[in-house]
């Protein structure tokens, strides 16, 4: 029964999918069911999450071929964090989607879709081969692809094509990665390629692999200079669209170059450099890109790249203290960041529009939405005891041990500009005085909609919002959780002693 | 024949980025499928090329006992070309898609995603 507890949110999400494809046009069955679901798969990821954290780390193999041949399945202690913050924001945008999405777009299959992406990323989070990993990343790509062109218009289409074909490339380069390990190991899964790896003399090859994986990843993450489909992209599509990419979608990047470069390329002086120079360039140009925009949308997914640096930072300098920071900073960033994006589908919904020039007033007109949305807008930031604050006292304690001080200056720079940012948009949206708008009369106002129907606005904001006051207020447990999950990848002969032996 | 399908799959990635690179539409979906045929080469080049020993175990044997065809690339490359199949037609449908709404197929004016709104 427990054995393949690992498997079952897989199948719930595959599950949801299929039914909710039979019930096509049925748009109120396909809301509710969606959203029982989704409730469904919070409940099994927390069993998932509990059951790992108390027995470590399990595994199951395919067809029950042993390890290095058949396909494995592998949680520990990172996979079951990220599979439940995955069915946390999944539930969120799921009950969001069921209030914001137009009908029309509902119509063509947006929720199956929907299931099918959050089944990719459940896959990506808990296999244990790298060219499963390949195939959950296209689940993934396709299920976006889907969702970021539904409804087809203009700007939807463009940003589309560009984020179709910067995807599509890192997928190429990726496959080509995982071709060059092929030929240098014969293995392809991740344990077993630890310790083949380990054992080639020819270490060039192996850094030009390395460097493979790192641009294939690093497009999908969005770091610099690899990050240019980000912004163009991502204010296009349905407001709940772009929460869960903005969650979830450059996180599974990360989870990818954290689980590469900690079990396959370990300890190698060049790739740290390259990953340290990178995580700087995009803490700085990210920051700065955000600085001009003017569309809140833009300006968070500007926002998406600058912060993705810290996760690269702490990955960079490689020390279990500065691990511990980027995993503590990838699970603020899920909730805070998809919470984000509904928060500006929240405002947009108010107002008619997400420029910041033409905004105003919402403080004044909306004082309880203004209180609700300055946690996630704070938690950003990370003043103190708000969630973001805490994964940085490790990463800048991490840094002044490794003697990197441009880390740590580019962090604090970093921090600084969020603060600008987010308090320049506090003051433009929600103090500043509101300029009266052209009435759009076939427009969904907030004003005008019927309470239960602001409620799935309301409700998932605040979901979010109490995950991220429990990060900032229960520091201390999160913190234990990124030191065990800093410990697990950085003393990695426990996972794959676990993968290859089927220990019992 | 090493030398020779090596020097293949240079040509096709190189020239599938290089259609990528260029400004329309069309182009770039050309680019896509050469660049995924390279790489699905690639993986069948890596895997060792072998000729007439397809991964059988004889009768009389319990391992093999000489060099054989090893089956693994070729799953991938299946599994991959299944995948890049599906990726592609999704590909043309987007670009006719961008092509009737946008009215152009150079990508140097698709910037309405730039503007500042």
Redesign the interface.
């Known amino acids: 029964m427990t054995q393949q507890l690992i498997l079952y949110p897989l199948f719930l999400q595959i599950a949801i999918g299929i039914i909710l494809l039979f019930a096509w046009s049925r748009i109120r069955f396909q809301k509710v069911f969606s959203i029982f679901g989704s409730i469904l798969s919070v409940i099994l990821a927390g069993w998932l999450f509990y059951y790992i954290w108390n027995f470590g780390t399990q595994t199951v193999q395919a067809g029950d071929w042993p390890a290095p041949f058949g396909i494995t399945f592998v949680a520990d202690t990172l996979s079951a964090t990220l599979v439940l913050l995955t069915a946390i924001a999944g539930l969120a945008v799921s009950i969001f989607s069921a209030g914001s999405v137009l009908r029309d777009r509902l119509r063509f299959g947006y929720f199956p879709i929907f299931h099918f992406l959050l089944l990719g990323l459940n896959g990506a989070f808990l296999t244990g081969d790298i060219?499963n990993l390949y195939?959950w990343f296209?689940i993934i790509?396709?299920s976006s692809?889907v969702l970021i062109?539904i409804g087809?218009?203009?700007?939807q289409?463009?940003?589309?094509?560009?984020y179709?074909?910067l995807n599509?490339?890192a997928?190429?380069i990726f496959?080509?990665a995982?071709?060059?390990l092929?030929?240098l190991t014969?293995s392809?899964n991740m344990a077993d390629l630890a310790g083949k790896i380990a054992a080639i003399e020819n270490r060039g090859l192996v850094q030009i692999t390395g460097i493979l994986f790192l641009i294939g990843f690093g497009i999908k993450a969005g770091v610099f200079p690899l990050y240019f489909w980000l912004p163009?992209?991502y204010?296009?599509p349905p407001f709940a669209v772009s929460a869960i990419f903005g969650g979830l979608l450059t996180k599974v990047g990360v989870y990818a170059l954290l689980r590469v470069f900690t079990l396959i390329f370990t300890g190698d002086a060049l790739l740290d450099n390259i990953l340290m120079v990178i995580a700087i360039l995009t803490l700085v140009s990210g920051g700065i890109g955000a600085l001009v925009?003017?569309?809140m949308r833009k300006v968070f997914s500007y926002l998406i790249i600058c912060h993705i640096g810290y996760m690269i930072a702490g990955l960079g300098m490689f020390t279990e203290i500065a691990i511990a920071g980027a995993i503590f900073y990838l699970i603020h960033d899920i909730i805070v960041k998809t919470n984000l994006f509904m928060l500006s589908g929240v405002i947009y919904r108010i107002k008619g529009t997400n420029?910041m020039r033409d905004l105003g007033g919402i403080y004044a007109k909306w004082p309880k939405i203004s209180l609700l949305l300055f946690i996630p807008l704070f938690s950003l930031v990370g003043i103190p005891p708000l969630s973001g604050f805490w994964p940085k006292i490790n990463l800048i304690k991490a840094g002044f041990s490794g003697g990197s001080y441009i880390t740590v200056a580019a962090i604090i720079f970093a921090s600084f500009i969020t603060l600008v940012i987010i308090a320049r948009l506090w003051s433009e949206v929600f103090w500043k005085e509101g300029k009266e708008l052209p009435f759009r009369s076939n427009f969904g106002y907030f004003s005008k909609m019927k309470n239960y129907k602001r409620l799935q606005f309301i409700v998932p904001v605040t979901l979010l919002s109490i995950v991220s006051l429990y990060i900032g207020f229960g520091a201390e447990h999160i913190q234990e959780l990124s030191a065990r999950i800093a410990d697990e990848l950085v003393n990695n002969q426990g996972y794959i002693d676990t993968v290859l032996n089927m220990k019992k | 024949m090493e030398i020779l399908l090596a020097i293949m799959i240079g040509v096709l990635y190189a020239s599938g980025i290089y259609m990528?690179l260029r400004r329309s539409?069309v182009k770039?979906i050309i680019g896509?499928i050469l660049?995924?045929n390279g790489?699905n080469l690639?993986?069948f080049?890596?895997?060792?090329i072998t000729k007439g020993a397809p991964p059988i175990i004889p009768a009389d044997g319990k391992v093999f006992s000489e060099a054989f065809a090893?089956p693994?690339?070729q799953a991938?490359i299946l599994?991959?070309i299944v995948?890049s199949f599906?990726?592609q037609s999704?590909?043309i449908v987007?670009?006719k898609?961008?092509h009737t709404?946008?009215r152009t197929d150079d990508?140097d004016e698709?910037?309405?995603?730039?503007e500042?709104?």
């Open positions: 060219f195939v296209e790509i396709i692809f062109t087809g218009e203009k700007a289409l463009e940003g589309a094509v560009k179709f074909t599509i490339l997928s190429m496959l080509t995982i071709a060059v092929y030929g014969g392809l163009a992209s204010h296009t925009q003017n569309n420029s | 990528m539409l770039l896509i660049l995924g790489a690639l993986i080049f890596l895997g060792r090893d693994v690339p991938l599994t991959a995948i599906g990726l999704f590909a987007l670009v898609r961008a709404v946008v990508l698709m910037n309405a995603t730039d500042d709104s």
